[in-house]
């Protein structure tokens, strides 16, 4: 997930300020959302309908955000909210049911809500340990493949992670050291991560594109040739390199994942509901839904979606990412995070 909203606003001609407010869909979202221009222009074409981006900061803080404006939302859809995070919104109450158009093309697994339909299921992908090549290669040293991994010497001061509390990524990883040790073992294993020198920042973008060492965002600056970010991060590193590498110069620790499924849902209170019910089903339309992979580097999840060479090539496949109950999350969430932020950040 690499285009932020302030270069999305300037290259995308659909969006945008003016005109008739009944014409335009407000669409809540976070920072790291992208779509190409030619898709909403599309959108623009089928429904008469400009989309405008609201945007606040992560995935984390983004949900937060929605849930403290529930009375007077910013805007008439909301995504970006992922099955860690999902049940604070609904629990308040943010949403209105509509079931989308195209959902019979999505696999029952991905429904959370499906008895109220009060959130659609956009895409999913798994929250991984990212590493740099390069430098393991120079220093002639393997990466990590296990949490167990990250704990030892060897490792030491080569991780970021994002903050627990305010990013969808870093609650992700959270978990996964959750379902990975359980109740009794978790906070025993981030004293140990904390004790070799672990960083936490804020976000996505702060952890990738400014920390870690991998990313060509960073320039070379980043020092951390460890990061917390996605199994299908590493074909963004290619994106546009010619002669194409025979691998990415990033690769996944795979045994360090946990599944992450983003939702969007029609907010209570909309100003322009009808609008937002269009969106909703331009969502997970095979048009927006072949355009997430190389757009934010996520898997869509409409069965039928075909994905670019790109993706397939160079994005990795993990097949036993740890996941959690929906119910479980909802329930323990906020303990875990407490306890967490007084573990490692205080």
């Known amino acids: 997930m690499i285009a932020t909203a302030v270069s999305l606003v300037a290259g995308c001609g659909a969006l945008s300020d003016e005109g008739d407010d009944k014409k335009t869909v407000r669409l809540v979202t976070h920072d790291s959302f992208a779509v190409s221009d030619h898709v909403l222009k599309e959108f623009k074409k089928r429904t008469g309908y400009t989309v405008k981006l609201v945007t606040g900061g992560d995935a984390g ?19 970006g909210a992922d099955n860690t995070l999902v049940s604070r ?12 158009k195209g959902l019979d093309h999505i696999p029952e697994r991905f429904r959370l809500d499906a008895a109220k339909h009060r959130v659609t299921p956009v895409d999913y992908g798994e929250i991984c340990v990212n590493y740099d090549r390069e430098y393991f290669r120079k220093k002639k040293l393997d990466p990590p493949e296990t949490l167990d991994d990250l704990v030892k010497p060897r490792y030491r001061d080569l991780l970021v992670t994002q903050n627990a509390a305010t990013s969808s990524p870093g609650l ?45 965002a960073s320039k070379g600056k980043g020092d951390k040739p460890l990061v917390v970010s996605y199994a299908s991060s590493p074909p963004v590193e290619v994106l546009d390199v010619k002669p194409e590498p025979e691998q990415a110069p990033t690769g996944v620790s795979k045994g360090t994942c946990f599944e992450q499924v983003e939702f969007a849902g029609l907010l209570n209170g909309a100003d ?75």
């Open 61 to 79: 803080s983004a949900t937060n955000q929605a849930v403290l404006t529930k009375d007077n939302p910013q805007g008439d859809v909301f995504f």
């Open 89 to 100: 919104a609904l629990e308040a109450d943010v949403f209105a049911s509509y079931q989308a």
């Open 172 to 216: 992700g990883f959270l978990l996964a050291t959750v379902a990975e040790y359980g109740e009794s073992g978790w906070r025993s294993y981030w004293k140990k991560l904390k004790a070799n020198g672990v960083e936490v920042v804020d976000g996505w973008e702060q952890a990738y594109n400014d920390r870690f060492s991998g990313a060509r």
């Open 272 to 346: 322009n509901p009808e609008g937002g019910k269009k969106l909703l089903d331009f969502l997970v339309d095979r048009t927006f839904q072949e355009d997430l992979p190389l757009q934010m580097f996520v898997n869509p999840v409409r069965k039928d979606a075909k994905l670019p060479k790109l993706f397939t090539k160079y994005g990795e496949k993990v097949e036993d990412s740890a996941t959690m109950p929906p119910k479980r999350i909802t329930e323990r969430r906020d303990g875990w995070i407490k306890a967490w932020t007084a573990l490692v950040v205080r």
